[in-house]
């Protein structure tokens, strides 16, 4: 099936305590690459690609707020889709405390119940909020570290460590993690497998009550999240 999803790390929480002319720079760079998105919308159905972002975007200016949420929004319709997943104002950390948050008030609010924040369950809203989890994480410039990016999905992961900087990765870069990936990944998957078998033994039967209270504020936290973009890009005030 191909790639189905790229996440590309654009900016860290911690990026903003850098030299205010570097951030700059940078910020005005991905605005414009989500501003011609959205002006060559229409080439991108025939590329299949779909733009989405993740992160606290509050943090961000508005300007590039606006236009990670328009490219999201323009290109939302295409069916047979990999996705583009951009990740500015994000890291590992913070999401989870962001995370917890959530899910505390929800639990206060009586919405879902202590018992419902199940392994599974935890999975599927990281996969909402954020992303599914990830096979292959491609570290360039050498450095043999997460830094603090998409560590929950990265369980499973090939790790391939580059030495070149990220402007320089080209396309025989991208090949040889590619191939180097699909000669690890039997082997990832067999033990992926293998836990999975014993997450599931002994899990007993699904209570329909607490599947319905997960099923609900799923729903719920998807519906905030696209009336949230539309108010990012400007089509409403309101938010769920």
């Not at 606006?66 to 590992?92: D, F, G, H, Q, V």
């Amino acid at each position: 099936a191909g790639v189905e999803l790229l996440s590309v790390f654009m900016f860290s929480v911690r990026n903003f305590s850098r030299n205010s002319f570097d951030m700059t720079s940078a910020l005005n760079q991905a605005n414009q690459i989500h501003v011609d998105i959205v002006d060559n919308v229409d080439a991108f159905p025939a590329m299949g690609m779909q733009s989405c972002t993740c992160g606290d975007l509050e943090r961000l200016p508005e300007e590039l707020r606006a236009s990670l949420a328009r490219s999201k929004i323009a290109t939302s319709s295409i069916r047979e889709k990999s996705l583009n997943l951009s990740c500015a104002a994000y890291n590992t950390t913070y999401q989870m405390s962001r995370m917890a948050r959530h899910l505390a008030t929800a639990i206060k609010e009586g919405i879902i119940y202590t018992k419902d924040l199940t392994a599974a369950f935890l999975d599927e809203y990281v996969s909402l909020t954020e992303c599914p989890p990830a096979e292959l994480l491609l570290r360039s410039a050498g450095d043999q570290r997460f830094s603090d990016f998409e560590v929950l999905q990265c369980n499973y992961a090939h790790f391939h460590l580059g030495s070149k900087k990220w402007p320089a990765v080209g396309f025989v870069d991208w090949l040889r993690a590619m191939i180097e990936f699909q000669l690890n990944w039997p082997a990832i998957e067999a033990v992926k497998e293998k836990h999975d078998k014993m997450t599931s033994y002994g899990s007993g039967r699904s209570d329909p009550e607490q599947v319905i209270r997960q099923r609900k504020f799923l729903r719920h936290v998807h519906v905030a999240n696209i009336l949230n973009m539309e108010r990012l890009a400007g089509l409403h005030n309101g938010v769920m």
